[in-house]
Nanobody, 120 residues
Framework: VQLQASGGGLVQPGGSLRLSCAASGSILSRNDVGWYRQAPGEQRELVADITSGGTTNYRGSVEGRFTISRDNAKNTVYLQMNDLKPEDTAVYYC???????????????WGQGTLVTVSS
């Protein structure tokens, strides 16, 4: 499954952005999907994931601020990001995979991602 992330940009602290993850050539509804981010000089980290059944999981630092959702009719997964902080600055990627217990396993290619910059 090939996914493409979009929707990034420059936003002030406290602002909001909605990222989109669209699938090409496949049906996204059959997949668990994770949103990851990688800040400069840091390792890539899982931000949130949503199962094919709609169960969601979040890393602690974004819980209550970020919401992951899916629109199967549009073959798209979204990441709504509110109350953004400078530490949220990173390249954001989406990846199809599998949530098994307490872990999410990415299985797809990473693509180019979309850059989110939170700065005043």
């Amino acid at each position: 499954v090939q996914l493409q992330a979009s929707g990034g940009g420059l936003v002030q602290p406290g602002g909001s952005l909605r990222l989109s993850c669209a699938a090409s050539g496949s049906i996204l509804s059959r997949n668990d999907v994770g949103w990851y981010r990688q800040a400069p000089g840091e390792q890539r980290e899982l931000v949130a994931d949503i199962t094919s059944g709609g169960t969601t999981n979040y890393r602690g630092s974004v819980e209550g601020r970020f919401t992951i959702s899916r629109d199967n009719a549009k073959n798209t997964v979204y990441l709504q990001m509110n109350d953004l902080k400078p530490e949220d600055t990173a390249v954001y990627y989406c990846n199809p995979g599998a949530r098994i217990g307490n872990y999410y396993y990415p299985r797809g290619s990473w693509g180019q991602g979309t850059l989110v910059t939170v700065s005043s």
